[in-house]
Structure formats: structure tokens, C-alpha cells
């Protein structure tokens, strides 16, 4: 089985963070000088700079970039925005929940798939994809190789080797997961959930 790394970005991955928050640092710096210069020469076709002209002017713009990055750090960092999971992963990584390693108690087979091929295997298992609310999954491979990957932003990342002589994958609800044949492979899926009461 393949080692899991401990949380979703590694250093690279924060490293590649540190860079592009250097990198639009810079970019907005760029923007204010040249907003700058285009409000002094547009001031200048009214008449003579004077050093307060100069000055309002600078700071003015200053102020008006420091509002402007400001609300645009609140939107980014809002639990709104979309992209606020990445930034979350990327600078809390060690807070996400592991990945299981064995099927909680009390939970009864209900259904099991045909046996998949890497010439059958259905597309949708080849993307990202989830089970529903309640409902687990076992991925028992009976020849070859599957690699196994969990690629939801609320875990750690999985990815891992599945063969006859592994544990079976285990898939939790609701939880993106996606798998790829290496070569030829034959395995089947078995679905788990509560006993109705």
C-alpha cells in the first residue's frame, strides 16, 4: 500500500501558495504605481503638479488600492467564496479527517456490482465521484491492479495500489473518490449500510 501523505498540500503546495501571494503582491504594486502615474498626467492636462497635488493624489490612490485589496482579501477569505476551501486546505491541511481503515460497526452488505474489467469499467468510476449519504463501499480487487485515490478536499489524500493480496479499498458517503486501472484488472464493489430499524 502506498504511503499517505499527512495532509492535503504539501510543502511544495505552500511554497506554490507563498509564490502567488508574492506574485500578486507585485502585480498590485504595478497597478498603483501606474495608476499613479495616470492620475498625474491626467491631472496635468488641467494645469501646473504642485507637491500637495503630488502628494493628495499618491496617497489617494494608496488608500483607494488598501480598500480595494482589502475587500478583495475579505471575499477571498469569505466562507462564501468557493476558494476558500483551497486556502483553508493549504493553511490548516493537518486538520483533516484521516481516511477510514476499516468499516464502522453494525453495518450490514446490501448490494454488490458485477465484475468490472479495465475494458468494462463504467466511466463514471474513472472521474471523481461519491456514494450516497449512509451508503459505504468496499472495492474488492479479485485480479490486477486498481490504484484507489479519495481526492475530497474534507480528508487526507489517498492514493493507493488495490490487488488481490491488499485490503479491500474502502469508500466512505459522500466522500470523492475515483479509481484507474493499471493494466489489466477485474473487481467488484460492495455496498454496506445500516440495518433498517
Not at 502628494?55 to 477571498?76: D, E, P, R
Amino acid at each position: 500500500m502506498a504511503d499517505r501523505p499527512t495532509s492535503l498540500f504539501s510543502t511544495s503546495a505552500s511554497n506554490d501558495a507563498r509564490g502567488d501571494f508574492i506574485r500578486s503582491m507585485r502585480w498590485i504594486a504595478i497597478a498603483g504605481v501606474l495608476m499613479v502615474a495616470g492620475a498625474l498626467w491626467y491631472m496635468s492636462l488641467f494645469g501646473p503638479l504642485t507637491a500637495h497635488t503630488v502628494i493628495a493624489t499618491t496617497l489617494g490612490v494608496f488608500i483607494s488600492m488598501l480598500l480595494g485589496c482589502g475587500l478583495f482579501a475579505a471575499a477571498f477569505f469569505s466562507s462564501k467564496s468557493g476558494y476558500d476551501q483551497n486556502v483553508t486546505d493549504a493553511t490548516r491541511g493537518d486538520h483533516l479527517d484521516t481516511n477510514p481503515t476499516s468499516l464502522p460497526e453494525g453495518l450490514e452488505s446490501y448490494r454488490r456490482t458485477g465484475d468490472f474489467t479495465d475494458a468494462t469499467i463504467p466511466a463514471a468510476l474513472l472521474n471523481a465521484h461519491t456514494t450516497k449519504e449512509g451508503s459505504w463501499g468496499l472495492i474488492h480487487v479479485t485480479e490486477g491492479r486498481l490504484r484507489y485515490r479519495v481526492t475530497d478536499p474534507h480528508r487526507a489524500p489517498l492514493d493507493t495500489i488495490l490487488t488481490p493480496d491488499t485490503q479491500p479499498g474502502i469508500v466512505e458517503p459522500t466522500i470523492l473518490h475515483q479509481v484507474e486501472p493499471l493494466g489489466a484488472v477485474r473487481f467488484h464493489v460492495e455496498f454496506w449500510r445500516r440495518p433498517a430499524d
